[in-house]
C-alpha cells in the first residue's frame, strides 16, 4: 500500500487538496477529524485534557470549548506543548487505525493529511511527502478571512507551527496554492499521475492484495513440499 503524506501550514490549502483526491476516488485518513474525535466528551483524550487545563476549557454541554482552548494553547508555547504531548498517543493511535480500516478493505493508495507530519515526525512512513505551500501574506489573509481571526491571532498560529519554506523544502512534491483555484486543478492533475503511479515492489507487499499473494505462496509451496515428500 502507498501511503500519500499530504501536509502543509494552517490555511495552506489541505482540505481543499484532500477534497480533490477524494473526488478522485483517493480515500484520505484526516489527521484533524482524528484530533477532533479524540477530544469529543468522555473519550481517553477528553479525560486528560480536562484534568490537565481544568473544567474552565468546557462549554455547558461538556464539549471541549475549542475556541477558547485554541485561544490559549495558540498564545503560549508551554500550554501548547502541554496538549500536544497529552494527545499525541490518541491521535497516532487513531491514524493508525483508520489506515488499518482502508488496508482491510483493499485501497492500494491512500493519502494522509496530517498538518504536523514533520513536527510530529510521522513523515518517515509516508511517500511521496506532498506539501501545500503558500506565501505568509496568502497564509495570512485566508487564515484570517477563513476564521475570522484578528491579524495577531493568524501570526500566532503560524508561529506555532515548522515554517511552510522549510516544510517545502523537505517535499517530494510541491503544490504552489497561491494561485487561484483553475491553477491549483492544473497542478492537482500533475500530483494524481505522480500518486497514481503503479506501486513499487514494497508498496505492493505491504498491500492487503500483497500480504494474501504471499500467504497463497506460502501456502501451495508447503502443500508442495508436503506432496514431494509423500511421494519419495
Ligand atoms: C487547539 C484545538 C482545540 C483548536 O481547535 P480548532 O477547532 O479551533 O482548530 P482545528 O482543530 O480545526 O485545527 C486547525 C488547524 O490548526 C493547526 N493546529 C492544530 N493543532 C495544532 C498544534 N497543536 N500545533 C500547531 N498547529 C496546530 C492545524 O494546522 C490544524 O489544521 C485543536 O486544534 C486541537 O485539539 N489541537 C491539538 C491536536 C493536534 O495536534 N491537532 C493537529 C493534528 S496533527
Ligand atoms: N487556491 C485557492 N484560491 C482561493 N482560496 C483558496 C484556495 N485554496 C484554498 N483556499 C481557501 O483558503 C482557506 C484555507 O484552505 P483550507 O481550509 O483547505 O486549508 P487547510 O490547510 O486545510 O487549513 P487547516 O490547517 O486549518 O485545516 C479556505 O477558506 C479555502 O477555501
Not at 42 to 56: D, K, P, T, Y
Not at 171 to 199: C, H, M, T, W, Y
Amino acid at each position: 500500500m502507498r501511503i500519500v503524506g499530504l501536509t502543509g501550514g494552517i490555511a495552506s490549502g489541505k482540505s481543499t487538496v484532500s477534497n480533490l483526491f477524494k473526488a478522485s476516488g483517493i480515500p484520505v485518513v484526516d489527521a484533524d477529524v482524528v484530533a477532533r474525535n479524540v477530544l469529543k466528551k468522555g473519550s481517553g483524550g477528553w479525560n486528560r485534557v480536562v484534568a490537565a487545563f481544568g473544567e474552565e476549557i468546557l462549554l455547558p454541554s461538556g464539549e471541549v470549548d475549542r475556541p477558547k482552548l485554541g485561544q490559549m494553547v495558540f498564545s503560549d508555547q508551554s500550554k501548547r506543548q502541554l496538549l500536544n504531548k497529552l494527545m499525541a498517543p490518541y491521535i497516532s493511535n487513531g491514524i493508525v487505525w483508520e489506515i488499518l480500516k482502508q488496508w482491510a478493505k483493499g485501497a492500494k493508495v491512500i493519502v494522509v493529511d496530517i498538518p504536523l507530519l514533520f513536527e510530529v515526525k510521522m513523515d518517515k512512513w509516508t511517500k511521496p511527502i506532498v506539501v501545500v505551500w503558500v506565501s505568509e501574506e496568502t497564509q495570512l489573509k485566508r487564515l484570517m478571512e477563513r476564521d475570522g481571526l484578528s491579524e495577531e491571532d493568524a501570526r500566532n498560529r503560524v508561529m506555532a507551527q515548522m515554517s511552510l519554506d522549510l516544510k517545502r523544502s523537505r517535499a517530494d512534491v510541491v503544490i504552489d496554492n497561491n494561485g487561484g483555484l483553475d491553477d491549483l486543478n492544473q497542478q492537482f492533475d500533475k500530483v494524481l499521475s505522480e500518486v497514481r503511479r503503479p506501486l513499487t515492489w514494497s508498496e505492493f507487499w505491504r498491500s492487503r492484495q500483497g500480504v494474501f499473494s504471499v500467504l497463497g505462496l506460502v501456502t501451495s509451496g508447503l502443500f508442495v513440499c508436503k506432496q514431494l515428500n509423500n511421494g519419495s
